[in-house]
Nanobody, 123 residues
Framework: QVQLVESGGGLVQAGGSLRLSCAAS????????MGWYRQAPGKQRELVAT??????TNYADSVKGRFTISREAKNTMYLQMNSLKPEDTAVYYC??????????????????WGQGTQVTVSS
């Protein structure tokens, strides 16, 4: 099985910074794309940023220049969030797409979500 565990959320004042982490565990051979999504109360889940295995990144316009996504090794991802605004308040979810896992006797492929971590930015 594959699990994603986020950490690093919390309460911060506007203008402050937070760093989110996501660690993927299991018999993972590779992960194609990892990303952060967020969902604010009463709103749909939206893309924040993604990073491919080759390192290319994609950001929502609302976070460009303030947030930085990065990957360490193949299974760990970070989101450095600077100049936080109250509108960044949401539950942030880690996503792993195209996860190849298993053993020499058989490989499987799937997409996974973490449980989410709350980020609250006070004005």
């Amino acid at each position: 099985q594959v699990q994603l565990v986020e950490s690093g959320g919390g309460l911060v004042q506007a203008g402050g910074s937070l760093r989110l982490s996501c660690a993927a565990s299991g018999s993972i051979f590779s992960i194609n794309v990892m990303g952060w999504y967020r969902q604010a109360p009463g709103k749909q889940r939206e893309l924040v940023a993604t990073i491919r295995s080759g390192g290319s990144t994609n950001y929502a316009d609302s976070v460009k220049g303030r947030f930085t996504i990065s990957r360490e090794a193949k299974n760990t991802m970070y989101l450095q969030m600077n100049s936080l605004k109250p509108e960044d308040t949401a539950v942030y979810y880690c996503n792993a797409e195209g996860v190849l896992y298993g053993s020499s006797s058989g490989l499987k492929r799937g997409d996974y979500w973490g449980q989410g971590t709350q980020v609250t930015v006070s004005s």
